[in-house]
């Protein structure tokens, strides 16, 4: 009997054996399955049209005239510039192949690719680099700051380009990268038929993308470019190979965020961007749609005029930097959703790690009311009225800024919060007379010399000499590792001056349909090139 | 009627230059500037004086004011900052969405708002009075942005039956321009037919009550005839100036609805223009919408001759 019931059990044994065999085998059988499934949605597909929802009409589509950041994603489509942002936000070649610098720094020769096509058929060459630097020296606000220093710009021959500096400038390469008011290269003839300041209207880059259709108020078409020829390397930040797998990209203006929202849970867009933070929980349930949190987009800034008005006095500064406790600001902007906000006291963003810094010890959100207190009795004040400009066009602002009223007022400062709209606000603020402080955003700066706010021309008019000469030297100072002692330095000084009140970093919302593949999640602006449609 | 209709359209001239010169010195006079937007956030105000100069906005106000003028005389409306074409093209290419959202909307008013006051005030009092008024009051109240909202989340993303936004031209697809066109004709034409029905039910109800239709009704003329053909045509006069002054309205671009539902049409185009300080748009749809105004109120006039035989202008 035991002889049965041990050969039973050998045998239900072998049987689980095997059918365990038979499962291993099914279960690795249906993984590689899977796995080739999953490979094959993979794989790029070309055709079809990207409908992309956004705020509005870019006021150009003429990279060196603006900054706008509308402009700025449109137009990365159809131009390119001689260099590009890899995924650290650093300089890498893109319509160039190659750079040297002669011994004394003062000397860069650049090497063209050659074959590269502009979207008339035209071959691009020095001549056409040559003609769309100069024109960007003249009108960009970063080309303006390289160009300075600029003493010549020639061609050498056909693909090469030589840039000669009237001194030693640690910027060259990182301003011919930047992908805002960005050195796009035009054809020599259009580059030399608009001047300046006249905004271009014939559009013809060497970009993944050219323009096919601008009806404005309905849409912009951006048609593949078949002449296209991507560099060789693998995609790397806004930069390395591009493709072009969409027949079309379509951008439709669609005003009202609400309906933007709809139109991607309907599928009549396939990305959206620039959302309203409340409907994020809402596309995190749509089962065919999924909502991106936009790294960075602005960090929050009150700018202080210091040319004129009750801010010129620093210690008024830093009462305002002593009594904003900017957690609470920080997670009422962003609707009480820690995902949409980091506090940060670096003046770079973290996505930009080469000048990101972790300073301990300074006076950012130190929420110190008494010491804001003894500021503002040390600096004499009376109660008189700080005219704080905002605009309710972009919620964000109009929030932090009736926050921040609430909290100077708790410590003694008397703030007139000034409303208005957006056009108004950026006329306004050129005037020293008109104002003490206005809200803004800042963006990304991709080099410390980039930041606006630490200049003397930008509102809020930072003219101190020490902020300035420091400015100076990060331009002349070549090795990167003094360059980054000189930022710290240039940080710590920031906090001691109060040029402008950091507030934290606020992210935005985009959504996109499932069936949009290969969208980079991480750079600042959206890009389409290596985007493709799964149907 | 010929000698009057030639008075009315001379006075259209001295309407049109004072509506020109105070839309022109009001948009020129608020603060804003189309410069500091075009060029961005990071631009510098000597970039933005150099560009204020290039576009001629640096010139004396009176002085940009007599160009204005002698351009106007030309036919040309001056060129938009922002969208690279002249005032008159962009103009043209906004009257299709605006007429065809105007049209379907003035009919989907009317087609609710004038039976909803005849039966309102031939039941007086009657719970069908009550309900239609009751449905006027709602019409007039809710905010058109509400309704339009509403409309895209129930029939556009939870059932899926039209689109939420967007156009297409009637002359490219006419059944897709109809699939777009329901929802903001229904939720504009909804706003504006509580209008159009309480005006119909006041005049309705003073019409019942004229001698004219006591007699009728003592000869023995079925009530609703009596309603239909001897009361309503003599209520429709007001009737159609309150039409007349809907569509004048909407010509004039139903603001939220295009917003809402994306429709490029001169709602959208003036309040972009504002934004931007596109002076020479805002000035442009404002002379357009002025002149409709004017037009619209003409021809309502000459049809009130028509509907009404009693009614002369000699």
Known sequence: MWAEILLTLAREVEMVRRISVRAAVAAALAVAVMAGAAAAAETPKRGGILRVGNLGEPPALDAHWTTASITETLTNHIYEGLYSLDRDNRPIPMLAESHSVSRDGLTYTFKLRQGIKFHNGKEMTSEDVVASLARWGKQSVYGRTLFDKVADLRARDTYTVELKLKEKVAIVLVSLAVPNNFAAIYPKEIAEKFPPQTKITEYVGTGPYRLAEWKPDQYIRMVRFDDYKPRNEPPNGYGGGKTAYLDEIRWIPVPDVATRVAQVETGELEFADDLNLDAYDRLKRNPGARPIIGKPYYWLVAVLNKKDGLMQDQKLRQAWQAAIDIEPIMRNVAGGKAEFYRMDSSLAFAEVPAWHTSLPGLPWNAHDRDKARRLLREAGYKGEPVRFMTTQEYKWMYDFALLTKQQLEDVGFVIDLQVMDWSTLVQRRNNPKAYDAFTTGMGNFFDPTHHVYLTCVWPGFTCDEDILKLQDELARELDPKKRFALWVRQTRQFYEKVPVIRYGDLFGLRAVLNTVKGFNEKTERVRFYNVWLER | ?314
């Open chain 2, 1 to 314: 009627m010929a000698a009057y209709l030639g008075r009315r359209l001379l006075a259209v001239l001295p309407v049109m230059v004072v509506v020109l010169t105070v839309v022109f010195l009001l948009i020129h006079l608020i603060p804003g500037d189309p410069v500091s937007v075009m060029l961005g956030p990071d631009a510098t105000p000597d970039q933005i004086e150099a560009t204020r100069r290039s576009l001629g906005l640096d010139r004396p106000l009176p002085e940009q004011l007599l160009q204005f003028y002698g351009r106007v005389l030309r036919g040309d409306l001056g060129r938009s900052y922002f969208l690279d074409r002249p005032v008159t093209v962009a103009l043209l290419e906004r009257a299709e969405p605006t007429l065809v959202l105007t049209l379907s909307a003035l009919l989907v008013a009317i087609v609710i708002g004038v039976p909803s006051g005849v039966v309102a005030a031939a039941r007086r009092g009657s719970l069908w009075d009550r309900g239609l008024m009751l449905g006027a009051l709602l019409g007039v109240c809710i905010p058109g942005f509400w309704l339009s909202l509403n409309f895209i989340y129930l029939f556009a993303v939870r059932l899926g039956w039209l689109p939420a936004a967007g156009y297409t031209s009637v002359f490219a697809d006419p059944l897709a321009a109809l699939r777009y066109m329901v929802l903001p004709a229904v939720s504009l034409g909804f706003n504006q037919s509580a209008l159009i029905a309480r005006i119909s039910r006041s005049c309705m109800l003073e019409a019942l009550q004229q001698d004219y239709v006591r007699t009728a009704q003592a000869k023995g003329v079925a009530w609703p005839v009596v309603v239909g053909v001897h009361a309503f045509r003599n209520a429709l006069v007001p009737v159609i100036a309150v039409i007349g002054v809907t569509m004048a309205i909407l010509i004039g671009g139903a603001v939220v609805t295009e917003i809402v539902f994306n429709i490029p049409g001169l709602g959208r185009l003036i309040v972009s223009a504002i934004m931007r300080r596109d002076y020479p748009v805002v000035q442009g749809v404002v002379l357009v919408t002025a002149a409709a105004y004017v037009l619209i109120n003409l021809v309502v006039d000459a049809v009130y001759a028509f509907v009404d035989p009693r009614i002369r202008y000699d």
